[in-house]
């Protein structure tokens, strides 16, 4: 009678497991370097938008200010105009210089409504991303 201990070499022993587990960790440092560069773009995301939130109200004002000059001006000329003493040109540039802030106005809060929910996207990925972990 033969007594042995019989040697097998298991699958994870030959190369299969390492493979996998090598297969695993690359995969995980790929995830980890997206999140990361994800991380890094959704930061300038939140600078960006913070950025233009805090220059917003300064910028209304300053194109408050200019509009109603301009405003004033086209109602001059309009007069003006009436009178005899400015050409049509005249008032067709003031008015275009009205129609060009009141775009850049429009403009303006745009940029502020669109960073405002940059930011909240932004907030709301971290605030995620916070609780994945």
């Known amino acids: ?5 019989r040697y097998e070499v298991p699958l994870w022993t030959s190369g299969g497991i390492e493979s996998s587990v090598s297969q695993y960790k690359s995969r995980q440092r790929a995830l980890q370097a997206q999140q990361a560069s994800l991380q890094r773009t959704l930061q300038q995301l939140w600078d960006q938008a913070q950025a233009i939130l805090t220059h917003a109200p300064a910028r209304e ?14 109602a001059a000329n309009l007069a003006l105009l009436r009178s005899g003493e400015v050409s049509v040109l005249t008032v067709l540039e003031s008015a275009l210089a009205r129609y060009r802030l009141e775009h850049e106005k429009a403009q303006n809060r745009w940029a502020a409504w669109l960073a405002r929910w940059q930011q909240r996207y932004a907030a709301g990925t971290i605030y995620t991303q916070a609780f994945e972990k």
């Open 1 to 5: 009678m033969r007594i042995g201990v």
């Open 61 to 74: 004002a300053a194109l408050d200010a200019a509009l109603a000059e301009t405003r004033l001006d086209e």
